[in-house]
């Protein structure tokens, strides 16, 4: 028997009536409202400019007086936007370009149209750039567009150095100054780009900020300064030698120096590195072992976390595992590992730009499972093994000298330890001795030269990995002499305390750890059965490790460093 009721659905009849209504409309047929901007006139169907805009739907459907108007007068929206956003309540589309794009988004908003309004948004933040970023984002924030106020903030503090070179910076406020050379995330390569930005603002506007400059100088973190650059530099400075206030500064910064013994009564942020986890870069993975974790390798590979895919770089000129790696001035070390049959203190360099690699000075000692830091333009490798004993020595590459030195042996001999760089200082942490597996870690001071006992991890680790992200140490994976380790501890050194952290998801020892975009990634490692090729990503803020691209020519024993990319601002 057939059914008594039968609905019947035209699924496409939305797509093919608002088409209809657009050609009605392009007639000038059965409209009912004027739209009148300046001297244009825009004729249009109330019915569908309250389904498409909000605007228009509170117009229309709340008694207001326009909504028996056949003409309404609209103020505050260009004429050009106001026609092109009708269009788009029939058919969908707008068409954005450098031309339009701010007149747009001003009248989405006005309208309440957040699609427009985010997409012309994303438009402008593709094309932020030196020369326009403080005024694009004193334009968000007029408009309360906040994820392009958030875009515009963190292209200024990776693009700070150029930044502050236009005359966008040279025209902003104290107040706008003051905001952006007090972040801890501005990209600098020496706090000198910061002294010389706000003397450049000021001498700017030196007949009306000439005061300004003592409260300035109070944001820049002399004691990074070199005792050349302050002697040299600040100290001949004009507007420094005028100020009470700012040769108190600067002699604070000479004490720094001078006095090590006092830097506790400085543990303020002027004496804290700043740290851009923004700056994007590739993440090589150099050297390692073959899958039987037998037989060492040259092979070089490296990561762009923004594709998600490892390649295949140059291959080094020596078989190394257990090698140290570290970036120094946009050029890779390889320092040096295990090639199969001797420890090496061989050292080779690859250049980017000329895709090849070279050797430089070799160290004093053999060394595999080293650790190697990066401060101030030099090299620092920490302990290691010599094929007969664990080392506790430390030495210093000068790479303008390219000479090697060897500096104040570290408390304990240590192998397969993590080494890393925080507030300005090295620290190496865990390791073991051939007897013993440490948790102990210790730090190193470059003014002092010399090494202290700071507090210890909680776990008892050798062949972990260490970074350091947003002012924080992170220790991950490793063998604590029985278990090979999951278990991740973050130190902070405001509350000098070590914490856990989610562990990752496989365990990892002779796991090579890398910072890069905000994230932590874990390289290889082995697992007590299997050399591995997997790679997790850490996000700090969510507190969650993700399996990410595997490498494609590498099973564990890798060492790692971040390449930063050399961007056009």
């Not at 903030?153 to 100054?177: C, P, R, W």
């Not at 003592?214 to 004691?223: F, Q």
């Not at 101030?376 to 030495?395: P, R, T």
């Not at 104040?408 to 192998?415: A, G, L, P, V």
Request: hydrophobic share 35%; net charge negative.
């Amino acid at each position: 028997m057939a059914e008594d009721l039968v609905l019947f659905h035209q699924t496409d009849l939305p797509f093919q009536a608002f088409p209809q209504m657009e050609n009605i409309r392009r007639q000038g047929k059965l409209c009912d409202v004027t739209l009148k901007v300046g001297e244009q006139k825009f004729t249009a169907h109330r019915i569908v400019l309250a389904a498409s805009i909000p605007y228009f739907n509170a117009m229309f459907t709340h008694d207001m007086v326009e909504s028996k108007q056949d003409e309404i007068t609209m103020q505050g929206i260009d004429p050009g936007a106001m026609g092109a956003l009708v269009n788009y309540a029939y058919n969908g589309k707008v068409e954005i370009e450098v031309n339009n794009v701010q007149s747009l988004l001003v009248g989405a908003s006005f309208l309440h149209l957040q699609t427009v309004k985010e997409a012309c948004c994303d438009f402008l933040k593709q094309r932020l750039h030196p020369q326009n970023c403080l005024g694009l984002r004193k334009f968000a924030d007029q408009y309360m567009c906040t994820s392009l106020v958030e875009s515009a903030n963190k292209y200024i503090q990776k693009h700070f150095q150029a930044v502050s070179k236009g005359d966008e910076f040279l025209s902003l406020s104290k107040a706008e100054v003051l905001d952006i050379i007090s972040r801890d995330e501005l990209h600098v390569t020496s706090e000198e780009q910061v002294f010389e930005a706000i003397l450049a603002w000021v001498k700017r506007n030196q007949d009306q900020e000439k005061d300004s400059f003592p409260e300035l100088m109070v944001k820049v973190r002399l004691p990074l300064l070199t005792p050349q650059y302050l002697s040299d530099r600040v100290a001949t400075e004009e507007l420094v030698k005028s100020s009470l206030k700012c040769r108190d500064l600067l002699d604070e910064a000479k004490d720094y120096h001078l006095m090590p013994e006092r830097r506790p009564l400085l543990q303020t942020f002027k004496a804290r590195p700043r740290c851009c986890t923004d700056v994007p870069g590739f993440i090589y993975a150099i050297g390692g072992l073959t899958s039987s974790g037998r037989d060492s390798l040259s092979t070089v590979e490296y990561y762009d976390p923004i594709v998600g895919r490892w390649s295949v770089a140059e291959a080094m000129t020596t078989l190394r595992s257990r090698v140290g790696a570290t970036v120094l001035a946009g050029c890779l070390y390889a320092i040096g590992g295990y090639d199969g049959q001797e420890r090496l203190s061989t050292v080779e360099v690859f250049e980017p730009d000329l895709k090849k690699w070279k050797k430089v000075s070799p160290m004093n000692c053999k060394r595999s499972a080293l650790g190697v830091a990066i401060l101030d333009g030099k090299i620092y490798v920490c302990g290691g093994y010599d094929g007969v004993s664990s080392l506790c020595s430390v030495e210093l590459y000068n790479p303008k000298l390219d000479t090697w030195t060897m500096l104040s042996n570290m408390h304990k001999h240590r192998s397969a330890s993590g080494v890393t760089v925080l507030d300005g200082e090295i620290y190496a942490c865990g390791g073991h001795d051939g007897l013993s597996i440490y948790d102990s870690v210790e730090c190193f001071n470059t003014t002092t030269t010399c090494w202290r006992s700071v507090r210890s991890m909680q776990t008892k680790r050798c062949r972990l990995g260490v970074a350091t992200l947003n002012g924080q140490l992170y220790a991950v994976g490793g063998y604590d002499g029985n278990v090979f380790l999951k278990t991740v501890e973050c130190f902070d050194p405001s509350t000098n305390k070590w914490t856990y952290v989610r562990p990752l998801n496989k365990k990892r020892s002779r796991v090579a750890v890398a910072a890069t975009y905000g994230k932590l990634f874990a390289i290889g490692g082995y697992d007590g059965v299997t050399n591995l090729k997997s790679v997790e990503m850490y996000d700090p803020e969510s507190d969650t490790w993700t399996m990410v691209a595997p490498m494609c020519a590498h099973e564990g024993g890798v060492g790692v460093a971040v390449l930063p990319i050399e961007e056009d601002p």
